[in-house]
T-cell receptor, first 115, second 111 residues
Framework: EAGVAQSPRYKIIEKRQSVAFWCNPI?????LYWYQQILGQGPKLLIQFQNNGVVDDSQLPKDRFSAERLKGVDSTLKIQPAKLEDSAVYLC?????????????FGDGTRLSIL | GNSVTQMEGPVTLSEEAFLTINCTYTATGYPSLFWYVQYPGEGLQLLLKATKADDKGSNKGFEATYRKETTSFHLEKGSVQVSDSAVYFCALMDSSYKLIFGSGTRLLVRP
């Protein structure tokens, strides 16, 4: 089966610019996650969707970050305006959902560098 | 709150050496526990998991046992290979299906 697809793989922008990331989950996976992974740290959950509804966005800096999953499949994550501290790898993951032990499958991530 | 603590790296071993990466957790209830591996430039891959106390997860020669009494989930492999060089993350899944990761342990295996 095809894995989680993310684009772009790399993005370099200047601070205060905007940027968007795209994610296509595994077919049939109802739950979609966006994580932020800062260099040398473990991934931190930003937002979790169940179909096209938000389950948890408590760690999303809502003054500058936004995410949507309009049709319950693809998702986009946007940052506007970017800050230096946003330099990180942004990982998308998906799972069947509905049970605690359902594994999350990760994409290769988008590496964002802020100049 | 829920949290995961891993031993700091890097862990440097010679090929065929025995590997242990320590992981302890703090959580309410009995969360599912996971080990993920991240190769350079790639996303995380599920390595193994355990869903209840005394469960042993295993995959590709790696093993970890869910120890409720010590709140631990240490990763072990009897004989590492150069291809095992990667960053290993221990994680727990909380009651809202959210993964909470440790900070990762880098493993370097020398030929």
């Amino acid at each position: 089966e095809a894995g989680v697809a993310q684009s772009p793989r790399y993005k370099i922008i200047e601070k205060r610019q905007s940027v968007a990331f795209w994610c296509n989950p595994i077919s049939g996976h109802a739950t979609l996650y966006w994580y932020q992974q800062i260099l040398g740290q473990g991934p931190k959950l930003l937002i979790q969707f169940q179909n096209n509804g938000v389950v948890d966005d408590s760690q999303l800096p809502k003054d500058r970050f936004s995410a949507e999953r309009l049709k319950g499949v693809d998702s986009t994550l946007k940052i506007q305006p970017a800050k230096l501290e946003d330099s990180a790898v942004y990982l998308c993951a998906s799972s069947l959902g509905g049970e605690t032990s359902a594994p999350q499958h990760f994409g290769d991530g988008t590496r964002l560098s802020i100049l | 709150g829920n949290s995961v603590t891993q031993m700091e790296g890097p862990v440097t071993l010679s090929e065929e050496a025995f590997l242990t990466i320590n992981c302890t957790y703090t959580a309410t209830g009995y969360p599912s526990l996971f080990w993920y591996v991240q190769y350079p430039g790639e996303g995380l891959q599920l390595l193994l998991k355990a869903t209840k106390a005394d469960d042993k997860g295993s995959n590709k020669g790696f093993e970890a046992t869910y120890r409720k009494e010590t709140t631990s989930f240490h990763l072990e492999k009897g004989s590492v290979q150069v291809s095992d060089s990667a960053v290993y993350f221990c994680a727990l899944m909380d009651s809202s299906y959210k993964l909470i990761f440790g900070s990762g342990t880098r493993l370097l295996v020398r030929p």
